[in-house]
């Protein structure tokens, strides 16, 4: 289970990452999941799903935080 994967391209080169040390989803039972912790991943899941992951685990309260919470260190939002 991968935490944190905000973006498709993460999970692209994670997977990658993945195969090139010898585990594959599939092999001996090998199933990928990703905690949907962050935003991007529930607004548009079936993206992450085609790219071959076998489901999410909701982290509920990553999520809420992440979504209700903000850069505090952006000079925009000061």
Request: hydrophobic share 35%.
């Amino acid at each position: 289970m991968f935490p944190f994967v905000r973006t498709e391209t993460e999970l692209v080169l994670t997977l990658s990452q993945t195969r090139s040390n010898g585990l594959r989803l599939g092999d001996h039972g090998l199933k990928i999941f990703v905690m949907a912790e962050i935003p991007s991943i529930s607004i548009n899941p079936i993206a992450f799903l085609q790219r071959g992951i076998s489901g999410f685990s909701i982290g509920t309260n990553d999520l809420t935080q992440c979504t209700l919470g903000t850069d505090r260190d952006s000079k925009k939002l000061q």
